[in-house]
C-alpha cells in the first residue's frame, strides 16, 4: 500500500480510506473512521443518487446503542431526527404453529438461582403443572405487552437493569443523519457513479476507481459499500458468495410503507408467518413500515404484492417495491486493500433485523485491526474475516431454527422447512436443549442463551429434562419464589410510562430546548 499525502500523524502518513457507497453502511463507516481515527485516516466517500440505498433496514438491535453512543450522538435527538421509535424485541405469529405468538425479548428470563439459569428451575415447575408462562419473567416481554417504555436501569443489583432496548428507525433518514454528522468531523463526499475500477497488476489491490464524470479517485484502504452490487469485493479472486439459500429459501421482499394506524405505538417489531414467508411490521413515529419476506419458488411476485397489500392494517404510503437477495455470504470480506462491510459483505434475511448489527460488527473490527503505517498484515485481515464468518454462521443458525421449529403443513413453504436437513451445528444444539434444556455458550456474536430459549420455547419445543441441580430446592418454596417473582415482574412494568407518552416528552423537551 502506498503512503498517503494528506496529514501527518506521529510520523505516520495518515491512510486515505475511500468508502464506496452512502447507503447506511457507507455513512456508518464513514462517521466511525473520521470519529476513532482521525488522526490515522483521510475518509472519502463515494456515493450516487441515481443508484439509490436499500433503505429498508429499519429495526435494529440493542448493540447499536453503542455506535451512537460512541459517535457521541444525542439519543433523543437522533430518535427525532429518524422518527424513531424503541424496540424491546420481536413478536413472532403463527410461526411454531398458526394462532402462535411470543416475543423474543432484548434481555433475560427470571433470574439465574445458586449458578443455574432461571429456565432449568421453571421446567421443573412447569412438569407440575406451576411456574406459569415462561415469557412473564421477562420484563421486556411484559412491557411490550403493555406498550409500556422507561430506559434500564444502570444498577446491577435491580431487576430493571434485565432488559435492553433497540431503535426502529425510519432507513431513509439514518444515513443522511448519518451524513451530515460525518462530513462536519472532516468526511469528504463525493457524487458521482463509479464506471471503472484499476487494480494493481501484480498485487491485485485496488489502485483508484473511476467515476463517470472521469474524476479518479486513488485510496490506499478502499472501504465497498456498495451494497448487492460488491462492486470492488467482487473484483477479488476466492470472494464469491457462501449459498445458504438450501436452509434459508426467502429471496424476495416486497416492502410498502402504511400510515400509522389510530391506537398505541408498539415498542416492538412483529414478524407474522405468511404463506411463502412471512410479514414485517415495523411501528415508526410517522408511519408503519411493512413488507413480505418470501420465497420465490413458492409465491409468484403479484400474489406476494396481493398478500402483503390485504394484510397491513393502515393506508398504503407508497406502491409495494421489489427487492430481490440471496441468503449467504462473501468467502472473505476483507481481502488485499477492499473490505467489503454491508451488504456488499452477505445478508441474511431480516427475520431477526441482523444487517445492521453485522455492519456494525465489521466496523469496529475493521478499526480495531486498521492497518499500522499503510502495511496490511495477513494475520490482521485473516482475524477479521474470522470474526465476520463467525458472526454470519452463528446467526444463521438461530434464522434457521425459526423455519424448522414448526408444526406448520399448511403450504409448500412451510412442509419444506419443516422437513428440510438442517446444519449439523443447529442439529446438535438442538439436540442439547431437548434432552435437558441446555444451552451452548458463546462469548463473541449473536445470540445469547435467553435468546435460544424465547425461540426454543416459543416454537413449541420443550426439553425432556432440567439441570439436576434445580431439584435442590424445596418444591414449594420454589414455587412461591416463582410466584413471587412473576408479581415483581408486572408490578415494575405497571409503573413505567407508556411508550408513546415517553417519546413526544422527549421530542417537547427538545422542541423546548432548541
Ligand atoms: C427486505 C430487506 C429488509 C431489511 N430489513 C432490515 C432490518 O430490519 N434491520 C437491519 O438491520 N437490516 C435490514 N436490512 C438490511 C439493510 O437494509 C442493509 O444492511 C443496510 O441498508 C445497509 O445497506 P448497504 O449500505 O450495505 O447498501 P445500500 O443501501 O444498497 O447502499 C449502497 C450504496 O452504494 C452506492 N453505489 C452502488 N453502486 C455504485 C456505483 N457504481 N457508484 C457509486 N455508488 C454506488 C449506492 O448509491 C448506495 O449509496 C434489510 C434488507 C432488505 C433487503
Same mark, same amino acid.
Given at each position: 500500500m502506498s503512503k498517503g499525502t494528506e496529514g501527518e500523524a506521529a510520523g505516520t502518513a495518515k491512510q486515505r480510506v475511500v468508502v464506496l457507497g452512502g447507503g447506511t453502511a457507507g455513512w456508518m463507516t464513514a462517521a466511525a473512521l473520521v470519529q476513532h481515527l482521525p488522526h490515522a485516516c483521510s475518509v472519502r466517500l463515494v456515493e450516487s443518487a441515481e443508484i439509490g440505498i436499500v433503505g429498508v433496514g429499519e429495526a435494529t438491535l440493542p448493540h447499536i446503542r453503542a455506535f451512537v453512543e460512541e459517535l457521541g450522538l444525542d439519543?433523543?435527538?437522533?430518535?427525532?431526527?429518524?422518527?424513531?421509535?424503541?424496540?424491546?424485541?420481536?413478536?413472532?405469529?403463527?410461526?411454531?404453529?398458526?394462532?402462535?405468538?411470543?416475543?423474543?425479548?432484548?434481555?433475560?428470563?427470571?433470574?439465574?438461582?445458586?449458578?443455574?439459569?432461571?429456565?432449568?428451575?421453571?421446567?421443573?415447575?412447569?412438569?407440575?403443572?406451576?411456574?406459569?408462562?415462561?415469557?412473564?419473567?421477562?420484563?421486556?416481554?411484559? %412491557? =411490550? *405487552?403493555?406498550? #409500556?417504555?422507561?430506559? /434500564?436501569?444502570?444498577?446491577?443489583?435491580?431487576?430493571?437493569?434485565? @432488559? $435492553?432496548? &433497540?431503535?426502529?428507525f425510519d432507513a431513509t433518514l439514518f444515513a443522511p443523519y448519518l451524513r451530515d454528522h460525518a462530513v462536519a468531523r472532516g468526511a469528504i463526499r463525493t457524487e458521482g457513479k463509479v464506471i471503472d475500477v484499476e487494480l494493481d497488476a501484480e498485487s491485485g489491490d485496488v489502485v483508484a476507481i473511476r467515476l463517470d464524470d472521469g474524476e479518479r479517485i486513488t485510496g490506499d484502504l478502499f472501504v465497498d459499500c456498495s451494497g448487492f452490487r460488491g462492486l470492488l469485493i467482487g473484483q477479488a479472486p476466492g470472494t464469491a458468495g457462501v449459498d445458504w439459500s438450501r436452509w434459508l429459501p426467502c429471496d424476495r421482499a416486497v416492502a410498502m410503507p402504511t400510515v400509522s394506524p389510530p391506537g398505541p405505538i408498539e415498542p416492538y417489531t412483529?414478524?407474522?408467518? %405468511? =404463506? *411463502?414467508?412471512? #410479514?414485517?411490521?415495523? /411501528?415508526?413515529?410517522?408511519?408503519?413500515?411493512?413488507?413480505?419476506? @418470501? $420465497?420465490? &419458488?413458492?409465491?409468484?411476485?403479484?400474489?406476494?404484492?396481493?398478500?402483503?397489500?390485504?394484510?397491513?392494517?393502515?393506508?398504503?404510503?407508497?406502491?409495494?417495491?421489489?427487492?430481490?437477495?440471496?441468503?449467504?455470504?462473501?468467502?472473505?470480506?476483507?481481502?488485499?486493500?477492499?473490505?467489503?462491510?454491508?451488504?456488499?459483505?452477505?445478508?441474511?434475511?431480516?427475520?431477526?433485523?441482523?444487517?445492521?448489527?453485522?455492519?456494525?460488527?465489521?466496523?469496529?473490527?475493521?478499526?480495531?485491526?486498521?492497518?499500522?503505517?499503510?502495511?496490511?498484515?495477513?494475520?490482521?485481515?485473516?482475524?477479521?474475516?474470522?470474526?465476520?464468518?463467525?458472526?454470519?454462521?452463528?446467526?444463521?443458525?438461530?434464522?434457521?431454527?425459526?423455519?424448522?421449529?414448526?408444526?406448520?403443513?399448511?403450504?409448500?413453504?412451510?412442509?419444506?422447512?419443516?422437513?428440510?436437513?438442517?446444519?449439523?451445528?443447529?442439529?446438535?444444539?438442538?439436540?442439547?436443549?431437548?434432552?435437558?434444556?441446555?444451552?451452548?455458550?458463546?462469548?463473541?456474536?449473536?445470540?445469547?442463551?435467553?435468546?435460544?430459549?424465547a425461540v426454543y420455547i416459543g416454537q413449541g419445543i420443550v426439553p425432556g429434562g432440567w439441570d439436576q441441580r434445580a431439584d435442590a430446592m424445596d418444591p414449594a418454596g420454589l414455587a412461591s419464589a416463582l410466584d413471587r417473582l412473576r408479581g415483581k415482574v408486572a408490578a415494575a412494568v405497571a409503573d413505567m410510562p407508556d411508550h408513546e407518552a415517553f417519546i413526544l416528552r422527549r421530542n417537547a423537551a427538545i422542541e423546548a430546548s432548541s
Open positions: 439519543e433523543a435527538e437522533f430518535m427525532s431526527a429518524t422518527h424513531a421509535t424503541f424496540k424491546l424485541g420481536i413478536e413472532f405469529r403463527d410461526f411454531g404453529r398458526i394462532g402462535d405468538r411470543y416475543l423474543h425479548p432484548f434481555g433475560s428470563f427470571g433470574t439465574e438461582m445458586n449458578g443455574v439459569p432461571f429456565h432449568h428451575y421453571w421446567l421443573r415447575m412447569r412438569e407440575q403443572g406451576r411456574g406459569g408462562d415462561l415469557f412473564d419473567y421477562s420484563i421486556a416481554n411484559r %412491557m =411490550a *405487552a403493555a406498550n #409500556r417504555f422507561a430506559p /434500564p436501569s444502570t444498577d446491577t443489583n435491580s431487576m430493571l437493569s434485565t @432488559y $435492553s432496548y &433497540a431503535y426502529q412483529r414478524a407474522t408467518a %405468511m =404463506a *411463502a414467508g412471512w #410479514r414485517w411490521r415495523i /411501528p415508526l413515529q410517522h408511519r408503519v413500515g411493512n413488507g413480505y419476506v @418470501y $420465497s420465490s &419458488a413458492h409465491i409468484a411476485d403479484d400474489a406476494a404484492a396481493d398478500a402483503l397489500v390485504a394484510a397491513v392494517e393502515g393506508e398504503p404510503m407508497a406502491e409495494p417495491r421489489l427487492l430481490r437477495f440471496r441468503a449467504g455470504r462473501r468467502k472473505r470480506s476483507w481481502v488485499g486493500n477492499v473490505v467489503s462491510i454491508g451488504l456488499a459483505s452477505g445478508f441474511l434475511e431480516p427475520l431477526e433485523s441482523t444487517s445492521i448489527y453485522l455492519a456494525q460488527g465489521a466496523i469496529t473490527q475493521m478499526i480495531a485491526l486498521f492497518p499500522a503505517g499503510g502495511r496490511i498484515a495477513d494475520e490482521d485481515r485473516d482475524e477479521f474475516n474470522r470474526m465476520v464468518d463467525l458472526e454470519y454462521d452463528r446467526i444463521r443458525d438461530f434464522l434457521i431454527l425459526h423455519y424448522h421449529a414448526t408444526t406448520r403443513d399448511d403450504s409448500s413453504f412451510w412442509n419444506h422447512v419443516r422437513t428440510m436437513s438442517v446444519p449439523d451445528s443447529l442439529q446438535e444444539k438442538m439436540e442439547l436443549f431437548r434432552a435437558a434444556g441446555r444451552i451452548s455458550k458463546y462469548t463473541q456474536g449473536l445470540f445469547l442463551e435467553p435468546s435460544w430459549l
